[in-house]
């Protein structure tokens, strides 16, 4: 039987651990708001002002979330080696994309805060934790690894098309992820699943424009469907 005074701390200390854990949620919520508010803004098709004043924010929030909980790591980071040196690593991407903003260079910000994205995923698969923004970040990748193709000539040749349909494929499969792993406080609002829906039927656009071998349409249709998925992921991410 445990001594007294070893099993009072321990009820002593479970429930906040549990409330520690739920305080760094809430903090790394509200941060992570504000990124993604940043990373929006600043890409070439927005090149928002308003960038610059929330990666202000965020890098504020950031150093904050440092502050408190870098020496200390929450429960569900407690066994992590690296939990500090990736806070910090993500203030200094925070620092650079600043600078970048500072010498009007938001494009190049918008790209280095894209690391932000990658160091936090990395984070979360080290530490065995899930999250929507998995979901909404696997789609982007293959989005950008798509569009990132080269249609420089009018009509697509038969090995381009074959790997296209593939990489449309893979996309299609992860626009049925974002309404599969809707999250909990999402699953009754219709205009999420609408906008979602909306998304798949854009990537079935792709696909025929795809098999059509014709470059116009696919162009246009993939400009289409990074509209509706960054407006998605400012609601949703």
Known sequence: MLPLALLALLLFCAPARAAGAATFNEQYSEAWTLFRNALYQSAPEQDDPAAAASLRAFSLAWRGLMSQWGARPPRQYAEDPRFAEELSAIAEVAAEARRQIRQSRPDQA????????????????????????????????????????DFDQPELGAEHTTQLCEQLAVLAYLAERLELQAPDALLQDAEFFDMAEQIAQQVRVLNVAAQAGRRDPLVAALADLRRSFDKFYLLYG
């Open 110 to 149: 918008h790209v280095t805060l894209q690391q932000i994205r990658s160091l936090l995923a990395d984070m979360r698969r080290r530490n065995g934790l899930a999250a929507y923004d998995d979901c909404l970040d696997a789609f982007d990748e293959k989005l950008a690894e798509t569009a990132d193709d």
